[in-house]
């Protein structure tokens, strides 16, 4: 079975300072991968997909297969980026995500 | 806007009652999800449709029911409700080879 997990359930960082958080999967084949952000229990939004490897408000991630990880990353944390964060895969397309317990950022001017 | 609309946004119900609660994905979408959110779970996936048969079945209780209709609009039917199935409930649709796209939720407590 798929599994997706997010070791940190909090991360405080201080505004400019590097952010990076870690997603971790467990899939024998090639899943896609993506981030979504969900801010103050509203709906959660598509932050980045694999496959596109483009860059949405700062935030990159990149696919390491050998490594099975997906971390997030931004190079200066801003205050507006203070959220919840969930890593979430999909075996093929048109197939439920299955998602990380996700990572409440939080940061701190 | 994630062009999924969800109704209604809160609803307040007493145990042992049955709610509906009703998703209209995004133009064009065929496959519509349903997930619940709790604080103390996270996000579950509970059920998903493609095109009004039903594809995929996660953590969904017998209590619980869902449909997709021609129109491929979604209702998710929650039966004998308890406590603990207070929580959000978002909807998600998508098209082929396209991510989810989520609705706002419904957030459903019951007392």
């Known amino acids: 079975a798929q599994r997706v997990t997010q070791p940190e359930k909090l991360l405080s960082v201080f505004k400019g300072a590097p952010v990076e958080l870690k997603c971790n999967y467990s899939?024998?084949?090639?899943?896609?991968l993506f981030w979504y952000v969900q801010y103050s229990r509203q709906r959660l939004q598509l932050l980045l997909r694999?496959?596109s490897r483009e860059s949405i408000k700062g935030f990159t991630a990149d696919l390491n297969k050998g490594e099975t990880s997906f971390h997030l990353k931004k190079p200066f944390a801003q205050e507006e980026d203070s959220a919840m964060y969930y890593c979430?895969?999909?075996?093929?397309?048109?197939?439920?995500?299955?998602f990380g317990k996700g990572t409440r950022l939080s940061v701190i001017a | 806007d994630s062009g999924v609309t969800q109704t209604p946004k809160h609803l307040i119900t007493a145990t042992g009652q049955r709610v509906t609660l009703r998703c209209s994905p995004r133009?064009?979408?065929?496959?519509v999800y349903w997930y619940q959110q709790s604080l103390d779970q996270g996000l579950q996936f509970l059920i998903q449709?493609?095109?009004?048969?039903?594809?995929a079945k996660g953590n969904i209780l017998e209590r619980f029911s869902a449909q997709q209709f021609p129109d491929l609009h979604s209702e998710l039917n929650l039966s004998s409700l308890e406590l603990g199935d207070s929580a959000l409930y978002f909807c998600?649709?998508?098209?082929?080879?396209?991510?989810?796209?989520f609705g706002q939720g419904t957030r459903l407590t019951v007392v």
């Open positions: 998600a649709s998508s098209g082929l080879g396209q991510p989810a796209f």
């Open positions: 899939y024998s084949g090639s899943p896609e």
């Open positions: 694999h496959i």
């Open positions: 979430a895969l999909s075996v093929t397309g048109n197939t439920p995500l299955v």
């Open positions: 133009s064009g979408d065929l496959s």
């Open positions: 449709y493609y095109n009004g048969e039903e594809r």
